[in-house]
């Protein structure tokens, strides 16, 4: 071999040789991952029907014009509340509620006063006979007192004179009585000039303008108002909760509607759970055979809320409804944080035996506990990790859902970490405890 060819390989083997001695040294496996672990808590769930609903009022009226004239004046601001009749009020801005119109009331003015003049006649009318009747009887009186004197024929004829002036009179008190009523209408068309709110709520706006005539050959539609303080609840049962809830019920294990308020649990749009709380009211006699359904009412407060006194719900929202099924019943719960999604529907990592991680699916149930929004005065949180000694604090208890199916309360959760976890690899776990409310005795 050449001297130069010998150098360029003991170079190469040179260069090799350390390459050879990594690959020799493999590196050691990295350590199991660190993870939060707990127990499923055992807790007293209610279980609950759900549906979906819609709000409405629990009263609406129609305002109408009932006497014919011209609108005048409009008084209301569009889409506000007004007030209705207050009968203990001392004012008639209260007493009888607030004005919303005016409709000229010139010509019914003069009716009343032209009931009041013929009312007027009709007691003049009353004197005039009763005197009339004295006179006759006064006649009556001397002629019979005459004897012989007087002839029947004057005698008879003052005597059918009384009894003409008895009749007139109570012709003229027949008259007057029909006087009062007219001037009783005339009075009750002029109050209907003012249009007053019939009851307290939301008004719409005004669908005939000033100067327009109104009340000529119907009640024109002037606006609506509709109660906002209360509202109801519909929503449609399937038969088969209805049936499911009939034989609860006849076993005792949910009230009996007919006898024990049944309550109803209402949440909106934009809402977390199910803030407001009602009590159903109405269910239909009959099950639609179209639909297989039956509609059912609740009804639900709505006071206002907020410094601004604003009604946090209106009639026509898309409500989610929650109704409680049968009594609580003890379930595993863990955090909804340890949930996850999968094709397969939601799981959970178990951690088995030698601390492998093995993927476990699981049925959902009831939500037991939401965490209230941060705020400054706000109250400790209900649920709460207690961490191992020598351990981070556990993460914020957010959500606690009761699981249906797929766990119990000695399987060991994955709740921290979840990044971390492959199903099949080894974990190191660090044992949290979770706690909620105290039960109640």
Not at 170 to 188: G, V
Not at 282 to 307: A, L, M, Q, Y
Request: include cysteine; hydrophobic fraction near 40%; charge should be neutral.
């Amino acid at each position: 071999m050449p001297p130069a060819l010998g150098r360029v390989a003991f170079l190469v083997l040179l260069a090799a040789a350390p390459g050879c001695k990594k690959a020799a040294e493999a590196p050691p496996p990295p350590p199991p991952p660190k993870v939060g672990v707990a127990k499923p808590t055992v807790a007293p769930v209610l279980g609950y029907y759900e549906y979906n609903g819609t709000l409405e009022t629990t009263k609406a009226v129609e305002v109408r014009a009932r006497v014919k004239g011209f609108l005048k004046k409009v008084y209301f601001v569009e889409g506000t509340e007004v007030r209705g009749p207050d009968p203990e009020a001392s004012d008639d801005e209260h007493k009888f509620g607030e004005k919303l119109y005016a409709i000229d009331p010139r010509e019914y003015k003069t009716a009343v006063r032209k009931a009041e003049a013929e009312l007027a006649k009709a007691g003049a009318d009353i004197l005039n006979w009763k005197a009339q009747i004295k006179l006759a009887a006064a006649d009556v009186e001397r002629l019979t007192q005459a004897g012989t004197a007087a002839s029947k024929t004057e005698l008879d004829k003052a005597k059918a004179t009384l009894e003409v002036n008895e009749a007139e009179l109570k012709a003229a008190e027949a008259t007057r009585e029909a006087a009062d009523a007219s001037l009783h209408t005339a009075n009750i068309q002029l109050g209907y000039t003012d249009v007053r709110a019939p009851l307290s709520g939301l008004i719409s706006r005004t669908h005939v303008d000033e100067e327009n005539l109104v009340g000529q050959s119907e009640p024109t539609l002037l606006t609506t108002i509709v109660r906002m303080d209360e509202l109801y609840v519909f929503f449609d049962a399937p038969e088969r909760d209805l049936v499911d809830f009939q034989r609860a019920s006849a076993a005792k294990k949910v009230p009996d509607p007919v006898v024990t308020s049944v309550p109803v649990l209402v949440g909106v749009t934009g809402e977390d759970g199910y803030p407001h709380k009602g009590t159903i009211d109405f269910r239909e006699n009959r099950v639609d055979p179209g639909t297989g359904t039956i509609r059912v009412r609740g009804r639900v407060p709505n006071p206002k809320s907020g410094p601004n006194n604003v009604w946090l719900l209106y009639p026509g929202l898309y409500a989610r409804v929650r109704v409680p099924a049968g009594t609580p019943a003890d379930k595993p719960v863990i955090p909804e944080e340890a949930l996850m999604t999968g094709q397969e529907g939601r799981y959970v990592y178990v951690v088995g035996a030698e601390n492998k991680v093995t993927k476990r699916t699981v049925t959902v149930g009831t939500q037991v506990y939401r965490a209230p929004p941060p705020a400054p005065d706000a109250p400790p949180a209900a649920w709460s990790y207690k961490a191992p000694s020598g351990a981070p604090p556990g993460p914020v208890v957010r959500s606690v859902v009761a699981i249906e199916k797929g766990l119990t309360k000695d399987d060991v959760v994955v709740i921290d970490g979840l990044q971390r976890v492959r199903p099949g690899a080894p974990v190191e776990p660090q044992v949290y405890e979770l706690n909620g409310p105290p039960r109640a005795k």
